[in-house]
């Protein structure tokens, strides 16, 4: 999930704001979050922070309430605990880019081609399945080893990464 949750409150209670969780309503719900008082209410004040997960922000909340003498929203907290519950339950899928098919060199595949440049960026599996990523000069064959994926630009850019070819 990708949302930034905040925490705003009223001379009362404590909101939670962001939540993904929306409630069934008719079409003369103008809200659909699970508190209409985020929408309806125009003077709140937004407590510093924001917050990637669900569980984070409700337990921002209950300590902000607490700090405050506030109470804390019951439709927020049940929205709050239905999505942490949620994501939780939710698997991390991390997406791989899928392969152009085998690189110059024997054992990478090719994931990007870099003609003007003459290389390519290459990627193969360990035993554990981490990837490893490289430039591959295809006019040499050499491979030169990249940290992470996201060096390709600058390292290529610098230049000096194949000594036979003075890329």
């Given at each position: 999930m990708d949302a930034t949750i905040s925490l705003k409150y009223n001379s009362a209670t404590v909101h939670?704001?962001?939540?993904?969780?929306?409630?069934?309503?008719?079409?003369?719900n103008y809200s659909?979050?699970?508190c209409s008082a985020l929408t309806r209410s125009?003077?709140?004040c937004t407590a510093k922070g924001q917050h990637a997960t669900a569980a984070d922000a409700?337990?921002?909340?209950?300590s902000l309430a607490r700090s405050?003498?506030?109470?804390?929203?019951?439709?927020?907290?049940?929205?709050?605990?239905?999505?942490?519950?949620?994501?939780?339950?939710?698997?991390?899928?991390?997406?791989?880019?899928?392969?152009?098919?085998?690189?110059s060199v024997t054992g990478w595949e090719l994931l990007y081609d870099k003609p003007?440049?003459?290389?390519?960026?290459?990627?193969?599996?360990?035993?554990?399945?981490?990837a490893h990523y490289a430039l591959i000069c295809k006019t040499s064959g050499?491979?030169?080893?990249?940290?992470r994926?996201?060096?390709?630009?600058?390292?290529?850019?610098?230049?000096?990464w194949c000594p036979d070819c003075q890329h």
């Open positions: 939670i704001d962001g939540l993904e969780v929306r409630t069934e309503g008719s079409e003369f659909l979050t699970p125009t003077r709140m409700l337990a921002a909340a209950v405050l003498g506030k109470k804390l929203c019951k439709n927020c907290v049940a929205a709050a605990e239905a999505q942490a519950a949620a994501e939780v339950a939710a698997p991390v899928v991390k997406t791989t880019r899928q392969a152009l098919g085998p690189a003007k440049q003459g290389c390519e960026v290459g990627r193969r599996f360990d035993a554990q399945g981490k050499t491979v030169h080893r990249l940290a994926l996201s060096d390709e630009g600058q390292v290529r850019k610098t230049g000096g």
